[in-house]
């Protein structure tokens, strides 16, 4: 029997999972197919991940979706991206709302296309107060732009006297990120097998656990995820502290929460 057959915990899931979804370019080349079918097909990994995280009881999904180095690409495939979004987001509103999902949106949006930007609004607006989990997609993002962004808007408030540098806290600090009012990602997922960050949630993800799979984006699939859950149920987080201690749960809880409000 593997690890898989048996149930997961539902008391230690990763309450946010983030995921860089690469592979999709390599998945299309070894089929000899351009490499936005590659895309598209991944499209179907998001469809599947989505559902499943929804069925685990995964409460936040965060999906590195458009970064703002993708802008770089070829205006071909920035477009083909932007179709791809724009649909999904059109074809998946009303499983959205069946299934209680809240679609919410990290990232320099403001660089999208009209069109699309006019229905990621439209289907944030119509989800928003759906309970079930959080679907945020990071569009147009980059770690270090989103810090820069909440750097430039906490200056304004110093200037406008509204802030005193001496308040300015890791807690208020990520209170001006895109991401605030969000727990921090527990579990960071990369496929394809680079071992890279991509400047992705680079504040966020100081604690996560990363798991990275050599699995292309469109073949990553929900029994992967459940392999990949099981794996993070037996590992040990010690944000920084000694196994012992985390073991004592006076002092593991308390460790916890303290850095749950330092993040805000
Ligand atoms: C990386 O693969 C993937 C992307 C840059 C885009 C991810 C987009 C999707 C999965 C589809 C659209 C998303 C949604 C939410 C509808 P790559 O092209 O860098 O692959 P490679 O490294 O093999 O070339």
């Known amino acids: 029997m593997n690890s898989s057959s048996f149930p997961l915990r539902p008391e230690s899931l990763p309450r946010h ?5 690469d592979g999709n370019g390599r998945w299309a080349k070894k089929r000899a197919l351009n490499r936005i079918r590659g895309h598209r097909e991944g499209v179907e990994s998001v469809r599947d991940i989505v559902r499943a995280c929804r069925e685990i009881g995964i409460e936040f999904l965060t999906l590195y979706a458009f970064s703002t180095e993708n ?13 791809l979004l724009k649909e999904f987001l059109e074809s998946e509103l009303s499983e959205m709302m069946e299934n209680g ?3 919410t949106a990290i990232g320099d949006i403001g660089r999208l296309p009209e069109d699309v930007l006019n229905v990621l609004h439209e289907v944030m607006e119509r989800t928003r107060e759906n309970q079930g989990m959080v679907l945020n997609l990071a569009l ?8 820069v962004r909440a750097a430039q808007n906490i200056a304004i408030q110093v200037k406008e006297g509204r802030l005193h540098p001496e308040e300015i806290s890791k807690e208020v600090f990520s209170n001006y990120l895109d991401t605030h009012g969000m727990p921090e990602p527990d579990l960071l997922i ?3 097998g680079e071992m890279r960050i991509s400047n ?4 966020q993800i100081a604690y ?4 990275v799979t050599q699995t292309l984006w469109p073949e990553f699939r929900r029994e992967e995820l459940i392999r990949i859950l099981h794996d993070y149920q037996d590992r040990e987080r010690r944000f920084g502290m000694t196994g012992d201690q985390m073991r004592k749960s006076s002092t593991g809880g308390e460790i916890k929460k303290r850095l749950q409000k330092d993040n805000g």
């Not at 999972?17 to 979804?21: D, K, R, T």
């Not at 802008?71 to 179709?83: G, H, Q, Y």
């Not at 992705?200 to 504040?203: V, Y």
């Open 200 to 203: 992705f949630l680079l504040w």
């Open 101 to 103: 999902i809240r679609l």
């Open 208 to 211: 996560a656990e990363i798991f």
């Open 17 to 21: 999972i983030a995921m860089i979804m």
């Open 190 to 192: 990369r496929t394809s």
């Open 140 to 147: 147009s993002y980059g770690g270090r732009d989103e810090i």
């Open 71 to 83: 802008w770089l690409r070829p205006a071909l495939e920035v477009s083909a991206l932007m179709r």
